[in-house]
């Protein structure tokens, strides 16, 4: 039995059994207001009660809405075109396989091109020391004892 409610175009409160009423239901949302970053979720949401055949049709409608010609030729890559892209491809990845290598690399005491090389610190004075030996016994004891409460 159909839900009257059904015949407002703004009711979107009824739960879609199969592909059709899924579709209907998103585009009822999408009339209101749904932003395109919201589709996935609506999508999911509009197909939450479908069972397995009736799922399968709404995806193909979400893959291919006009759906799949099946006199069109598939499209066939330019034998040409592929060679290029392969060796491109074949560039990339040992530029991108260098520069991860150089990355990673640690060098011992080797400077950074961005930074100036960096010179020892030179002591100008010996550090000095007072000649006074501190013997723990001798200090007296500073703390005092635990007040009686």
């Known amino acids: 039995m159909m839900d009257y409610r059904r015949a407002d ?25 749904l932003r395109p970053e919201h589709f ?3 999508f999911v949401w509009c197909s939450r009660k479908l069972n397995d ?6 995806e193909e409608w979400l893959v291919a809405p006009q759906g799949v010609s099946k006199t069109r030729e598939l499209y066939t890559p330019d034998p ?7 060796q491109l491809l074949k560039e990339a990845e040992a530029r991108d396989l260098a520069d991860a290598l150089a990355r990673n690399t640690i060098a011992e005491e ?14 100008l004075e010996p550090l000095q ?5 501190v013997d723990d016994e001798k200090v007296p004891n500073t703390m005092s004892a635990p007040s009686e409460r």
């Open 80 to 86: 040409e075109a592929e060679k290029i892209r392969l």
């Open 40 to 42: 996935p979720e609506a």
């Open 110 to 123: 080797s400077t950074s091109p961005l930074e100036p090389a960096q010179e020892p610190m030179e002591i």
């Open 9 to 33: 175009p703004n009711y979107i409160g009824f739960v879609p059994e199969t592909a059709a009423d899924a579709i209907d239901l998103f585009f009822r949302m999408k009339r209101l207001g």
């Open 129 to 133: 020391f007072d000649d006074m030996e």
């Open 53 to 58: 055949e009736e799922g399968v049709k709404f």
